[in-house]
């Protein structure tokens, strides 16, 4: 496959894990992805979470980047993903409180910055706060909402990707030889195989077993010359913007989930997300983690933490940051204001919960 017009299929479509890849066991539950370039813009990759089956996605960039327009720009699997792994939280941990939730609905934007030049070699991206706005309606006490909110945000895996400060590694194979990188840290897994054959084997699964247009177009951007944002400014050889992508979820029914993705600057097109999620016996006994595990910052917190794991046996206590602590985290970490009927009242600095 050269091009996402050329191959006649969806935008997602689910896949049998593919046999052929041989992933390590990191005691974690991996997210794996195998991903080429296609013309142009466009991107292909196969997303297996670890499961008995995968997924192939495409993606591609609008007029900004002077391309085709025909599939999700990259950053909008990002916003989706994030709203997704935030309501899907929400959504386990309410249950297991016995807490009913209803019109839950998630506006969140993200920022990033480009400034530089890619011809000078000084060209440097950057994330920004992502700002996550939350209404629902509840019979529920606002305690007892903000708290499950509040779990839910420190819990939920994206959160930590842009809080935590995290040091990734590379491997670059150059015409089948490794090749060095230098200023960046090298990988110690084992050379992969080349994802080409296993992405030009792929076939869509029995369409009954998956939603249809899980990933569709929903509306064009409009092509305009000469302005902020417009056709062909981010190739530009001097850079220097703000990239804002806006993103409405909602809360289905059970683990069901939706939500339309713009990207309002540059301007772009709207894309509508859908997700769902299979339980598993696996997740009856899950427990809840939380993103770092904060040290307590005086022997009274360590007493208070201690005597709440003796007297709830099997729960997991969850110390809270001191403000010094709060204020030294990742500046990109998310910020979430709690409207409807829930108020964020003044969490205890720690207490025991267990999922």
């Known amino acids: 496959m050269t091009s996402i017009e050329s191959s006649g299929l969806p935008l997602v479509f689910k896949v049998e894990t593919p046999e052929d890849t041989a992933y390590p066991d990191l005691g974690e539950r991996p997210v794996h992805v195998l991903a080429r370039s296609l013309e142009g813009m466009q991107k292909e990759a196969v997303v297996d979470a670890g499961g008995s089956a995968a997924w192939r996605m495409v993606s591609d960039e609008g007029p900004y980047l002077e391309g085709t ?12 993903g994030m709203q997704f792994s935030f309501l899907a939280q929400l959504a386990r941990l309410s249950e297991r409180d016995g807490i009913a939730l209803r019109s839950v609905h998630l506006a969140q934007d993200n920022y990033y910055s480009m400034e530089g030049s890619f011809l000078r070699g000084d060209a440097e991206g950057g994330a920004l706060p992502a700002e996550l706005r939350l209404s629902l309606d509840s019979d529920a006490s606002s305690d007892a909402v903000a708290r499950v909110v509040w779990l839910a945000h420190r819990s939920f895996p994206a959160h930590a990707v842009m809080r935590d400060l995290l040091e990734n590694t590379f491997a670059l194979v150059l015409s089948g030889r490794p090749s060095p990188l230098e200023g960046l840290r090298p990988s110690s897994r084992a050379r992969t195989p080349d994802p080409r054959g296993i992405l030009e084997s792929l076939t869509p699964a029995d369409p009954a077993s998956y939603l249809p247009a899980a990933i569709e177009k929903i509306a064009a951007a409009q092509v305009v010359h000469g302005v902020e944002g417009g056709a062909g400014t981010s190739l530009h050889p001097e850079q220097k913007r703000t990239l804002h992508i806006h993103g409405e979820a909602r809360l289905l029914e059970g683990l069901r989930m939706e939500t339309t993705v713009q990207l309002f600057k540059p301007i772009g097109s709207t894309f509508r997300f859908q997700s ?40 997991l206590s969850i110390p809270m940051p001191s403000p010094s602590v709060r204020r030294s985290a990742n500046r990109a970490r998310p910020r979430t204001t709690l409207l409807g009927r829930a108020r964020v009242p003044s969490i205890p600095r720690s207490f025991s919960t267990a999922i």
Request: net charge neutral.
């Open 276 to 315: 769902d999620e299979a339980r598993t016996p696996a997740d009856e006994g899950r427990r809840l983690r939380l993103w770092p595990t904060f040290a307590p910052e005086s022997p009274s917190a360590t007493s208070r933490s201690s005597a709440a794991t003796r007297a709830s046996p099997g729960a």
């Open 69 to 80: 327009d025909l599939a999700p720009f990259p950053l909008a699997f990002f916003t989706a």
